[in-house]
Each structure stands twice: as structure tokens, then as C-alpha cells.
């Protein structure tokens, strides 16, 4: 089975702090995405990386950015946390090529900014 | 630009009814669809998925699709829906442009399903 860890399932921070969420998958995946989930709005893709230490703007990029220094592991990165970045993150990845649609997610992280 | 429309936010049904999930897409071409499901507390998981051939797709737990090019729709549908199928839906579409295809997908806003015993 296909296995897509985020490192917590809840996060409590403070407005201005330096937040890491983290991601890693067990597949061998050349993708990988972080999306925001908000209700209403659907998932949101935030990132995206096709490929070690390359990386692609989502549709709302502001205020966040990403880094992949390994093949499996995928970190979001809020700069600055700030009350309208509380909301559902959640990782996923897929292979290129033929299968590159099918995503495979994680259970996601429920951030909170006080 | 492409979108994905989920007319209906929350729907219920008793428990044993059939159940038909909505999704319409705006796109010219034939996209990948897909439909996701997540239950409380979880990630997605991929329910089914069609990409070209037959319109009429299966996937897990019972579920199927059917892909209606006229009406640019994609319906999820279950004959007879069981508790444990309550959950979130989801129905997503991967942009095709040519041969290009970025491996990204572009998600509906979500159909809320509550099951009545």
C-alpha cells in the first residue's frame, strides 16, 4: 500500500511564527502536492513538486512556500503565520507518466493560528 | 479556465436508498475524471477514475460513475448506500492540453453525504 505520512495531525501556533508541516512518501513518487482544504472551497493546490529541488506555484501560492531536498519528502513552510492560514493541509503524490493523475494522500494536518 | 462544479453541498439519504453524487466540468477537451472520497478525519481516497473507453466506470466499495460528454458531467452513484458510506465526496478533473499533462488535478468543492438508519 501506498503510504503518505504528514508528520501531525494537529498544530497549534501563533500569529508570526515559522511553521513546518512535513510530508513523506514511501512510493518512490516523482510528485508531490500540498493543497489547502476549507469548506465550501474544496482542496486548494497550494505547490507542487515534479522532481528533487523543483517546484511549481499552485493556485495560491501567497504566503507559503515549499522545499524538497529528498525525493520523498515534502515540507510546506509558512514564513509567517497569520490567522487566515488556519485551515486543513494535506499531501499527496503520484508517479509520472501514465499514473501521474492518481493521487495518493495523506491524513492531513489541521493547523491552527491563534 | 477549467473548473469542477459540485451543485449540491450536503444530501441525505436513508440508509439502503440509491444515492447519485453530481459533477459537472468545464473543459474542451476529454479530461481525466476522478472521484475521491474522505471519511471523517482522514485523506482522500481514490473511489474510481476514468480516463478514456467505456463511460461507464466501477470502483470500490460499490460505487460507479458514468462520463456523459453531451452533458459534460461525471455522476457518482450507488445502488443501495450503507452508514458507513457517509463522508465527504469529491470530484476532480486533470487538465489535458495536447499531450501536455502536468499531473495536477483541480477538485470540486465537495458534496457532504449524511446516511439516515
Known amino acids: 500500500d501506498v503510504k503518505v505520512t504528514q508528520s501531525s495531525r494537529y498544530l497549534v501556533k501563533r500569529t508570526g511564527e515559522k511553521v513546518f508541516l512535513e510530508c513523506v512518501q514511501d512510493?518512490?513518487?516523482?510528485?508531490m502536492f500540498w493543497y489547502r482544504q476549507d469548506p465550501g472551497l474544496g482542496l486548494r493546490l497550494i505547490y507542487f513538486?515534479?522532481?528533487?529541488?523543483?517546484?511549481e506555484k499552485g493556485d495560491i501560492p501567497e504566503g507559503y512556500s515549499v522545499s524538497r531536498e529528498k525525493k520523498e519528502r515534502f515540507s510546506l513552510i509558512l514564513e509567517s503565520a497569520s490567522t487566515n492560514q488556519t485551515s486543513m493541509y494535506l499531501c499527496?503524490?503520484?508517479?509520472?507518466?501514465?499514473?501521474?493523475?492518481?493521487?495518493?494522500f495523506g491524513a492531513g494536518t489541521r493547523l491552527s493560528v491563534l | 479556465a477549467q473548473s469542477v462544479t459540485q451543485p449540491d453541498i450536503h444530501i441525505t439519504v436513508s440508509e439502503g436508498a440509491s444515492l447519485e453524487l453530481r459533477c459537472n466540468y468545464s473543459?474542451?477537451?476529454?479530461?481525466?475524471l476522478f472521484w475521491y472520497v474522505q471519511s471523517p478525519g482522514q485523506g482522500l481516497q481514490l473511489l474510481l477514475k476514468?480516463?478514456?473507453?467505456?463511460?461507464l466506470v466501477q470502483g470500490i466499495k460499490g460505487f460507479e460513475a458514468e462520463f456523459k460528454r453531451s452533458q459534460s458531467s461525471f455522476n457518482l452513484r450507488k445502488p443501495s448506500v450503507h452508514w458507513s458510506d457517509a463522508a465527504e465526496y469529491f470530484c476532480?478533473?486533470?487538465?489535458?492540453?495536447?499531450?501536455?499533462?502536468?499531473?495536477?488535478?483541480?477538485f470540486g468543492q465537495g458534496t457532504t453525504l449524511q446516511v439516515k438508519p
Open positions: 499527496a503524490s503520484s508517479f509520472r507518466g501514465a499514473r501521474k493523475n492518481i493521487q495518493y
Open positions: 512510493m518512490d513518487h516523482e510528485n
Open positions: 513538486s515534479y522532481d528533487v529541488k523543483m517546484k
Open positions: 473543459y474542451g477537451a476529454t479530461p481525466y
Open positions: 476514468y480516463f478514456s473507453g467505456d463511460t
Open positions: 476532480a478533473v486533470a487538465p489535458i492540453h495536447g499531450s501536455s499533462n502536468t499531473g495536477k488535478l483541480i
